[in-house]
């Protein structure tokens, strides 16, 4: 059941319908509370804007299963509030877990030399 919520949530947020897509995978945590419900709801939340709750469910994802595309995805949370000692911190985390993940070495080289 927790899938079918979380695939629908996925489906809402490829259509750009923020607010259905967190339903659906707050729905799919509250039945099981899987990794990849909190990134669909991370996502959806940064979509919208809501920076600090996708924070917090990007940290739920890292804190269960870390991974260079977590870490990214927290980061370009962080770098869209302006908190830019965050985003470096997290993109180095990204960077160590996976030294070739495009998005974080974008984004680093971005901060570092903005065009």
């Known amino acids: 059941m927790a899938n079918m919520f979380l695939n629908r949530g996925l489906a809402h947020y490829s259509k750009g319908e923020h607010d259905l897509a967190i339903a659906d995978c707050s ?11 909190y990134q669909c709801r991370g996502i959806a939340y940064a979509g919208k804007g809501d920076y600090d709750r996708a924070i917090a469910d990007f940290s739920v994802v890292i804190d269960s299963e870390p991974s260079a595309e977590a870490y990214h995805n927290r980061a370009y949370a962080h770098f869209l509030k302006y908190e830019f000692d965050d985003t470096l911190k997290d993109l180095d985390r ?3 877990l996976d030294p070739t993940h495009e998005p974080s070495i974008k984004l680093r080289d971005f901060i570092e030399s903005p065009p």
């Open 27 to 37: 729905k799919a945590i509250s039945l099981r509370p899987i990794v990849v419900a």
């Open 94 to 96: 990204a960077l160590k």
